[in-house]
């Protein structure tokens, strides 16, 4: 088994009608390539694996958990990336979609390097916390539009997809949660 960090900000999703929802949502777009960021304890990697016709890849930063996934999924082995979502090179040559219950404390910089990474990332589906997934998907005038909005709207349209309760989490987060989707214009 692993143990939670902390120090990573791991709150590891374990409620499946919530993870059902993000594959839902992930299945309605097409891709062939497609990159899980912190798969922690694998709630959503154990969906993932099985996607027919998709090369999967996984960025993860805590070595215990990537110890424990690839024993627990053998198909994972040369798909893990060991290391940061911030610092990696982007994992494939060619356009790939991007799926994962996000590191809140690293959230805001996540985006970035969606914005970053914008001409190869057609997709991105994450959760957020609710205040940083409502001031990214808000418009021009509402009271938490800002610099972020500004940025991702700029390259992607922002759907706000679902919220999430602390309750679905171990362990539960001291905020709420919220799901959405950046498609790139």
């Not at 999703?13 to 694998?42: C, M, S, T, W, Y």
């Not at 930063?61 to 994972?76: G, I, R, S």
């Not at 805001?108 to 940083?132: A, H, N």
Request: with cysteine; aromatic share 10%.
């Amino acid at each position: 088994m692993y143990t939670l960090k902390k120090s990573l900000g791991q709150h590891f999703l374990k409620d499946e009608n919530i993870l059902r929802k993000i594959i839902g949502a992930l299945k309605e777009n097409d891709f062939e390539r497609l990159l899980e960021v912190g798969p922690g304890g694998g709630a959503l990697t154990k969906y993932l694996v099985d996607l027919p016709g998709v090369d999967l890849k996984c960025v993860e930063l805590d070595d215990e958990k990537v110890e424990w996934l690839l024993n627990t999924y053998p198909a994972l082995q040369d798909k893990m990336i060991r290391g940061s979502i911030l610092e990696v090179p982007a994992p494939f040559e060619n356009e790939f979609t991007v799926v994962g219950n996000f590191p809140y404390n690293i959230s805001t910089q996540i985006l970035f390097r969606m914005l970053d990474w914008k001409d190869s990332v057609p997709v991105m589906i994450g959760m957020f916390q609710k205040e940083v997934a409502e001031r990214v998907a808000s418009k021009e005038g509402n009271k938490v539009y800002g610099v972020i909005s500004v940025l991702i709207q700029a390259f992607f349209d922002v759907e706000y997809l679902f919220e999430v309760s602390e309750t679905s989490f171990n362990p539960p987060p001291k905020v709420k949660s919220a799901v959405i989707r950046l498609t790139k214009k």
